[in-house]
């Protein structure tokens, strides 16, 4: 009885895009991706200078504690 009762529902056909069901969603939907994407893998300098300021401050701290104390 349980396997019937799936059987009245249509088949959802998914175009592959955020696995919405909606054709003319695809494009506006595929360029979001896109920009979430490109925003994700660019790092811009005020970020790499923050990651660089990071591992100088561990790399001055390991020195103090190794060559003070």
Do not use: C
Not at 34 to 56: M, P, R, T, W
């Amino acid at each position: 009885m349980e396997n019937e009762m799936g059987r009245d529902k249509p088949e959802k056909k998914y175009n592959g895009v955020s696995h919405i069901p909606f054709s003319h969603a695809s494009p506006s939907i595929k360029q979001r991706e896109e920009q979430a994407f490109y925003e994700a893998n660019s790092a811009d300098s005020s970020f790499v200078f923050h990651k660089i300021l990071g591992s100088i401050k561990v790399i001055w701290k390991t020195l103090k504690r190794k060559i003070f104390h």
